[in-house]
C-alpha cells in the first residue's frame, strides 16, 4: 500500500486550493482552541505586535504551501508521488513552517525557560497536526471521488460490451437469415465508433461510445471526460496530456471550441452569443454551456458545416434561433 499511487485528485488544482483553504481554516479553529493551553501561542487580534507576526506568518505559510504545490503539481509526471514519498512531502511543509513560527517566537516572543530546541520540536508537533488532519480528508475524499469514477466507468464498459455482444449476435442471426433466403454474404463493414483514452503511461484508462460522450474539459496535465451513462452525465478524470488527446481525437467528431473544452459537433444543439461571448448548449440539461473562444470560432463552425452528423433538432449559430 506504501507504494501505491496517490489519488490523481490531489495533485489537481481544484483540490490543492480547498486543501489549502482547509488547512488556514482548521489552523485558525486549532489556534483558538489550543491557546489557553500553551504559553508558546503568541497568536491574537487584540494587539497590533500579535496581529501582525500573526497575519505575517500566515502569508509565509500559505506562500510555502503553495510554492510547494506548484512544485509537486509540476514534478508529477517526472517523480512517482507513492503514499510514502506523499507523507514526506507534508513533514518537509511542517518542518519549513514550524521553522518559520520558531525563528519569529524566538526573536520576537522569547520564553523564559524554554529552549529553542525545545520550542522547535513543539512546534513541528503542532505545524504537522496541524497539517496532516486536512491532508488526510482530503485525501480520502479524493480517493473516494476516484473510486466512483473508476466504478462508473467499469460499470459502463461491461454495460457497453454486453450491449455490443448482443448486437454483434443479432447481426450474426440476421446475416445467416439473409445469406440462405438471397444466398449472399450480407455482412457490411462499419467504421469504428469507439474513443479509446490512455493516461500518460500509455495504460488504456476508458474506452466511450462516441454516442454517449459529450465533451472533453482539460486543465494542464489533466482532461476531464463527460460522457453518459443510464441517462445520467458522468465524468471520468484522466491525468494525460491535453496534445496527446488532441492527436488521438483527429479524424472523430470532437472539435476543439477552447482552449479548455474539446466538444462532440453532434451533441451541440444551440451556438449562441452573450456579451460578445459565444457559447454552445449542447443537447442534454445536465451539461452546463461550454464557451467559445474567437480563435477558435471559425475552425468550430467549419467543422459544423462539414458534419455529416448533425444533431436530431439541428444547430442554430449566434442569434439563439433553432434551424
Known amino acids: 500500500m506504501n507504494q501505491r499511487e496517490i ?8 483540490y490543492i486550493s480547498a486543501l489549502i483553504a482547509l488547512i488556514v481554516a482548521f489552523s485558525s479553529l486549532y489556534m483558538v482552541l489550543y491557546k489557553p493551553f500553551s504559553l508558546a ?8 505586535l500579535n496581529f501582525s507576526f500573526t497575519l505575517l506568518f500566515y502569508i509565509a505559510a500559505i506562500v510555502v504551501l503553495i510554492l510547494s504545490r506548484s512544485l509537486m503539481y509540476s514534478l508529477q509526471d517526472r517523480v512517482e508521488l507513492t503514499v510514502v514519498n506523499y507523507l514526506w512531502w507534508i513533514m518537509g511543509e511542517s518542518l519549513i513552517i514550524s521553522l518559520i513560527y520558531t525563528l519569529i517566537t524566538v526573536n520576537f516572543f522569547p520564553l523564559e525557560g524554554v529552549s529553542t530546541p525545545s520550542l522547535a520540536t513543539h512546534a513541528l508537533m503542532c505545524v504537522t497536526c496541524i497539517l496532516l488532519l486536512p491532508n488526510v480528508f482530503v485525501s480520502f475524499y479524493a480517493a473516494y471521488k476516484a473510486k466512483c469514477e473508476e466504478y462508473d466507468a467499469i460499470s459502463y464498459q461491461f454495460q457497453r460490451l454486453s450491449e455490443e455482444y448482443r448486437l454483434l449476435e443479432l447481426e450474426k442471426r440476421n446475416e445467416l437469415i439473409v445469406a440462405k433466403i438471397v444466398g449472399v454474404d450480407n455482412k457490411k463493414e462499419s467504421a469504428p465508433k469507439m474513443i479509446n483514452f490512455y493516461d500518460n503511461s500509455g495504460v488504456l484508462r476508458l474506452t466511450v461510445n462516441v454516442d454517449a460522450l459529450y465533451y472533453l474539459e482539460s486543465e494542464d496535465n489533466y482532461i476531464t471526460i463527460y460522457y453518459k451513462h443510464n441517462e445520467k452525465m458522468h465524468s471520468y478524470m484522466l491525468r494525460c496530456r491535453t496534445r496527446s488527446v488532441e492527436r488521438s481525437l483527429e479524424g472523430t467528431c470532437m472539435v476543439r471550441c477552447h482552449r479548455s473544452f474539446i466538444v462532440n459537433i453532434n451533441k451541440i444543439r444551440v451556438m449562441g452569443e452573450n456579451r460578445r461571448m459565444h457559447f454552445l448548449t449542447l443537447d442534454d440539461e445536465q451539461v452546463s454551456p ?3 473562444s474567437k480563435s477558435y470560432y471559425q475552425s468550430l463552425l467549419s467543422s459544423l458545416n462539414t458534419s455529416t452528423a448533425q444533431p436530431k433538432d439541428g444547430v442554430s449559430v449566434a442569434d439563439g434561433t433553432e434551424s
Open 41 to 48: 501561542v503568541w497568536f491574537g487580534l487584540d494587539q497590533v
Open 290 to 292: 461550454i464557451p467559445v
Open 7 to 14: 489519488p490523481k485528485y490531489l495533485i489537481s488544482r481544484r
